[in-house]
């Protein structure tokens, strides 16, 4: 379908009409166009507090006070890596905070990392408690592969019974502390996806079962518009999600009003997106607000997706003569995609990027009105473990 083909009556559908229709150009004056990216969130859009404005505690935020900070790193964080989940931990936290200056309702989900809920004594293994600072500072995980994975050099897809059991184990403590758990499987049929349904549905998980090896999420998955338990309720946080479905790949779509017209066909509760259509173009205020809507006319989230682990050469943050080594937190490229690259995540310049300012990617995320966002790149710190 090519621009010309957006209908206006169906437009006013899905963008509203009267007062919501007003709502949406005051926030289309944010609209970023492309070249400038996400940057240019700022104009027409208040600044969020820095992160030394609150921390999260049960759900709340909880001020801090005018000379106070949040257990969050900051100025004067030494440049060694003493410990690797800690940093990590540190750095989920201060993009919740941030966010969540602006916006007290934000979601903040991680993609994996299930290992960050619980603290390992360093000098006794067998000392283990729940990391339960961190788990305040967020909403849930997705859990990958709990029952599956993609075939491996064995062409074994099975997960291991005892890594199973661990990240089970570790599902618990987050569900136990008011964590929700979404989960993804790879399933290489029809009924795969339906065995890991159910089991995902009598652990109380919302599951998304991925027939594609790759996990591409570039197309909407079969029967799209009816998913699993089908709500027809209006979603205005993540305890009322039924469902969720993840489109990181928007490049079938030729334009972002086509993308928007087809999830409207739809009746997910939660959807992940791309911050960029196609991976190049931000999406607009007007698209991340028309995507709200359900096919039935009830409010849904809007999640964006972001990875923090890994700098990835197409971003906007990318700049030329960038390689390994240079700038100093740029490591090398991913082993099965030179176009990403390991960061060394606790260093003052990425996290500057990512958050904490109104030229980062965490401020344009929430400038642009997404409901919240999905972390990913958390398990970044295996690596740096292993150099210990």
Do not use: C
């Amino acid at each position: 379908m090519q621009e010309r083909d957006f209908h206006p009556a169906r437009a006013a559908r899905i963008f509203g009409s009267g007062a919501i229709a007003i709502a949406v150009f005051f926030v289309a004056l944010v609209i970023v166009v492309p070249g400038d990216a996400l940057a240019q969130a700022k104009k027409g859009a208040a600044a969020p507090a820095q992160p030394g404005a609150g921390v999260r505690q049960q759900g709340q935020n909880v001020p801090l006070g005018p000379n106070a900070q949040p257990g969050v790193p900051g100025a004067g964080e030494p440049d060694e890596l003493t410990d690797p989940r800690q940093h990590m931990r540190n750095f989920v936290s201060s993009i919740s905070a941030y966010a969540r200056s602006a916006n007290p309702g934000f979601i903040v989900l991680t993609m994996g990392g299930l290992e960050l809920l619980e603290r390992v004594d360093p000098v006794d293994p067998t000392k283990r408690a729940a990391a339960a600072t961190y788990i305040r500072n967020i909403d849930g995980v997705i859990a990958r592969e709990i029952n599956f994975h993609p075939p491996d050099e064995r062409n074994e897809i099975k997960t291991d019974e005892r890594i199973r059991a661990d990240r089970l184990r570790l599902a618990d403590i987050g569900q136990k502390r008011d964590l929700r758990i979404w989960s993804i499987d790879y399933a290489k049929d029809m009924a795969m996806a339906q065995e890991s349904i159910r089991f995902a549905l009598s652990k109380s998980y919302l599951p998304f079962p991925s027939l594609d090896a790759n996990y591409r999420f570039n197309a909407l998955p079969r029967f799209a518009s009816r998913p699993l338990n089908e709500n027809p309720n209006a979603v205005t946080g993540i305890n009322h999600v039924k469902n969720f479905l993840m489109l990181t790949d928007s490049s079938r779509w030729d334009t972002q009003e086509e993308f928007v017209l087809a999830l409207a066909d739809t009746n997910y509760d939660a959807i992940v997106i791309d911050v960029f259509h196609r991976g190049r173009f931000p999406m607009t205020a007007r698209t991340v607000e028309g995507l709200k809507y359900k096919k039935l006319g009830t409010r849904r989230l809007v999640l964006a997706y972001a990875n923090i682990g890994e700098a990835e050469s197409h971003r906007y943050y990318w700049k030329p003569g960038w390689k390994e080594g240079s700038p100093k937190f740029i490591g090398a490229p991913a082993a099965d995609n030179p176009d990403k690259y390991a960061v060394e995540y606790w260093n003052p310049a990425w996290r500057e990027l990512m958050t904490g300012n109104n030229s980062s990617y965490i401020y344009g995320i929430v400038a642009q009105g997404f409901d919240g966002i999905v972390l990913d790149g958390v398990e970044a710190y295996r690596a740096f473990e292993s150099t210990q």
